[in-house]
Each structure stands twice: as C-alpha cells, then as structure tokens.
C-alpha cells in the first residue's frame, strides 16, 4: 500500500503546485462538507449543550488523526493543528446548530 506521502509528485513550478493543491481541494472540500454536515446531526441528537464539547472525544481524535498522519509519512504536529482547528470551527457551528434547532423546537411548540 502506497503512503499518501509518496503521492507527491515532484513540481517544476508553482503552477505545478497550485494545481496539485487545487486538484486535492476539489476532493477535500466535499467530505468537510460531509463532516459538518455530521455536526448538526450530532446538535438534534445531544439532549444538553454541555454536550456539544467533549474534551475526552477530541482528545481521542487527535491521537487517532496523529497516528494516521505518521502512518502515511506526513508531519503528525501538522495534522494535529489543522484537526484542532477543524474541531473548534465544528463545534462552534454545532452549538449554533444546537440553539438554531431548540429554537425552532420551541418556536414549533408556542404555535
């Protein structure tokens, strides 16, 4: 099984970069879309907002995305930045998903 590092093809240029970047984009994109998308199922399925941030789960996250990285020869201090920031950027659109669905609940309850 091939290493996602040994993916990378050597680049003449920036262009060559750009392109390559972009080419990844394109397929990254869609699954962050996905994996948001998991955050407003997991925002109707909590029962309190206290929830919303479990430490020991992004804990165990980053230890999973850590080996991974390893794994397939990247730089796991890397990997861990952008996951945490990911993590943060998915938890604050959860908890706006979690008062954005209790708000509707309620609105649908006052009618």
């Known amino acids: ?6 993916k990378v093809k050597p680049c003449q240029d920036m262009q060559d970069v ?3 970047i972009n080419a990844l ?4 994109v869609p699954l962050l879309v ?3 998308g998991y955050m407003t ?3 109707r399925i909590k029962q309190r907002a206290s929830q919303v941030r479990d430490e020991a789960r992004i ?3 980053v230890q999973r995305v850590r080996r991974g990285a390893s794994k397939e020869g990247g730089d796991s201090d890397v ?6 920031s990911l993590m943060e950027a ?15 609940a309620a609105q649908g309850e006052s009618a």
């Open 25 to 28: 984009d394109d397929v990254l």
């Open 41 to 43: 199922q997991a925002a």
């Open 18 to 20: 750009r392109r390559a």
């Open 79 to 84: 990997i861990e930045q952008i996951y945490r």
């Open 34 to 36: 996905e994996r948001v």
């Open 1 to 6: 099984m091939t290493r996602a590092i040994e």
């Open 59 to 61: 804990e165990d996250i």
């Open 90 to 104: 998915c938890i604050a659109f959860e908890e706006r998903e979690f008062a954005r669905l209790r708000s509707h």
